[in-house]
């Protein structure tokens, strides 16, 4: 497909506040990159990137003075800075770079070419009330228009995965983002480099990859991620999964069953087939799925991202334990011991290392370690007991929903083309007694209690000291199991478990 040679492209509205401030500098400036490529493509983009000729700090603190907002230093090394302000009650972010040597200069060095596209600030047309740039008037100096439109994605030189190997992740990035297809040097180049990704900065990869892992099509942009050498290289304890042969009710080996269980998570919550695989059609049918609990996946959690995309990751990570706990016992049988809670262990120092907030390992290991509770707190054809499933939220707080659904995208990957409707539809129904259970759970969790310390000293003479608080929690799981149901009945069962040796105060 050709470029155009005509037609006007619209840019986000904020262009027009940058625009007049920069128009109070006496400096040559140009919209560069992801605003340009977004705004062809006709896909939103809040963020705006200016190539200065000129320090780039200098104009950064006048923009921001002028703006009313902030200025402050982003990537000392390439010279580039952020302004951040408020104009009439919208946040305005813009990334400045020094041009110092022109713009021929600095669109040769960025990373793709479909990146590598910039226009004069003067020929941003404002007649329409809108800000608006003729096609025309792009300076395309490495044929970014025309690999746009083609769906390509091309480097600018041999030399952009040396300069800053980030370069790597974000070209599976935005052609997972853009649907796009890398051409045959590019992939070469990637490949080649892949080991290169080791040297950039933790956070730089996690916020990266986060984005990549909050697209859609997951096992398709992972598949990808993997073909390059990113994803072991970014993730090396998933490389001894990768041939780790399964039990024979497991369909693939480790890794891709890790994989297959991000996509199957990904269709669960979001309640279609996003990602295609060779499973039967009956499985949509039965999943239990609410609206309230997609709207508990769309929450921010942490590290900018949200409750699903952790819930991917998770999945991504969940039998990472499995390589160093597999045996074979001499009848041929293959086990996996423990590799629930080593893999939390695991996916909590690999998160460590690229330096995910507290909050986001904790979900992520939480999650890992107790994946496999659901199916174990009943048999199959079995309805879960109260109690079962009040441990499992005790056990689990925090992420108790979130493991009820990988436990089922789990479930789906595991047998792949094999599952059979009776097995999905009785995993499904016990999946649902838990998941309803949640509301009375928190209900009991949050009602006052029956029996106080204060309650328990006077009642059966006892002295103050911890042994107090286990008789507290202990009358309220009797509650929750229906053994009392008022403080006598809860006072006289506590009594009568002393009495019989049961504790020993």
């Not at 598949?223 to 990113?230: F, P, V």
């Not at 819930?311 to 334990?321: E, S």
């Not at 047998?415 to 999905?424: A, C, F, I, S, V």
Request: net charge neutral; charged share 25%.
């Amino acid at each position: 497909m050709k470029p155009p040679t005509a037609g006007y492209y619209r840019l986000p509205s904020q262009v027009s506040h940058i625009a007049e401030a920069i128009s109070q500098i006496p400096v040559k400036s140009y919209l560069v990159g992801g605003v340009l490529r977004d705004s062809i493509l006709g896909t939103p983009n809040p963020d705006v990137d200016i190539a200065v000729v000129a320090s780039a700090m200098d104009v950064a603190k006048k923009v921001a003075n002028i703006m009313n907002g902030k200025s402050f230093q982003l990537d000392k090394s390439r010279n580039i800075c952020r302004v951040l302000a408020n104009v009439l009650g919208n946040e305005i972010q813009i990334d400045i770079a020094s041009a110092q040597n022109g713009i021929s200069s600095d669109i040769a060095k960025r990373d793709f070419t479909i990146n590598s596209l910039a226009l004069d600030v003067n020929h941003v047309d404002f007649n329409f009330g809108i800000p608006q740039f003729e096609i025309s008037k792009i300076i395309d100096e490495h044929r970014g228009i025309e690999d746009l439109l083609n769906s390509s994605l091309r480097i600018t030189s041999d030399q952009v995965f040396k300069e800053d190997p980030l370069r790597l992740l974000r070209g599976a990035r935005l052609t997972a983002q853009y649907d796009l297809n890398i051409d045959d040097f590019t992939e070469t180049q990637i490949k080649k480099s892949s080991f290169l990704i080791s040297k950039v900065s933790s956070e730089r990869i996690r916020d990266e990859f986060l984005k990549l892992l909050s697209l859609q099509k997951s096992v398709r942009n992972l598949t990808k991620m993997d073909k390059l050498g990113i994803l072991t290289n970014i993730i090396p304890e998933l490389e001894a999964s990768r041939e780790t042969l399964q039990t024979p009710n497991h369909y693939w080996k480790v890794l891709e069953h890790m994989v297959q269980t991000v996509g199957q998570a990904e269709n669960i919550v979001a309640g279609k087939k996003i990602n295609a695989g060779p499973y039967p059609n009956f499985t949509p049918n039965y999943i239990p799925i609410t609206d309230a609990h997609q709207i508990y996946f769309d929450q921010n959690y942490a590290d900018s991202h949200s409750r699903f995309t952790f819930l991917k990751l998770a999945c991504l990570l969940h039998d990472v334990g499995k390589p160093k706990t597999k045996t074979v016992d001499p009848d041929g049988k293959t086990r996996f011991l423990g590799h629930d809670k080593l893999g939390g262990e695991i996916a909590r120092s690999i998160l460590k290392r690229l330096k995910f907030s507290n909050s986001g390992i904790e979900l992520v290991a939480n999650q890992i370690a107790n994946h496999l509770r659901p199916s174990q707190i009943s048999n199959q054809g079995q309805d879960p007991t109260p109690k079962a499933i009040r441990k499992y939220y005790n056990d689990t707080s925090g992420a108790s929903i979130d493991i009820l659904y990988l436990n089922l995208a789990d479930y789906m990957a595991a047998r792949g083309p094999n599952l059979t409707r009776t097995e999905w539809i009785d995993h499904c129904r016990r999946i649902n007694i838990i998941a309803k259970s949640e509301s009375s759970y928190k209900r009991d969790a949050n009602r006052a209690k029956l029996l106080s310390g204060h309650d328990i000293m006077v009642g059966l003479c006892l002295n103050p000291g911890p042994f107090i608080g286990t008789l507290i929690e202990d009358a309220e799981k009797a509650r929750f199991e229906g053994l009392v149901s008022n403080k006598e009945e809860a006072l006289e069962l506590i009594r009568h478990r002393i009495n019989s040796g049961e504790y020993i105060a």
